[in-house]
Nanobody, 115 residues
């Protein structure tokens, strides 16, 4: 089993920044695909950014140039630096990790962008 715990959400004004972090623990092995999704009220969950176990990082077009995803495999963490935040970025953000072909999800952290 793998456990994921997100941190760093909160309330920020438009144009501000937040940094989300996701710490993984448990039976982690191999090269994992990791990333972040988000879900706004009344909407389906959508991909924000993903770092595949091989290949290029992918970003949702609406966050490209504003968000940066990074990983530290020594610490089993994945971060999401969010800059120039907009009201439409308001959502619950979930980290995920694929280990041995199994998807694991965090509990989610709320990000609210509002003046």
């Amino acid at each position: 089993q793998v456990q994921l715990v997100e941190s760093g959400g909160g309330l920020v004004q438009p144009g501000g920044s937040l940094r989300l972090s996701c710490a993984a623990s448990g039976s982690i092995f191999g090269h994992n695909t990791v990333g972040w999704y988000r879900q706004a009220p009344g909407k389906s969950r959508e991909l924000v950014a993903v770092i595949p176990f091989s290949g290029n990082i992918n970003y949702r077009p609406s966050v490209k140039g504003r968000f940066t995803v990074s990983r530290n495999d020594d610490k089993n963490t994945v971060d999401l630096q969010m800059n120039s935040l907009k009201s439409e970025d308001t959502a619950v953000y979930y980290c995920y990790r694929i280990v041995g072909g199994v998807e694991y999800w965090g509990q989610g952290t709320q990000v609210t962008v509002s003046s």
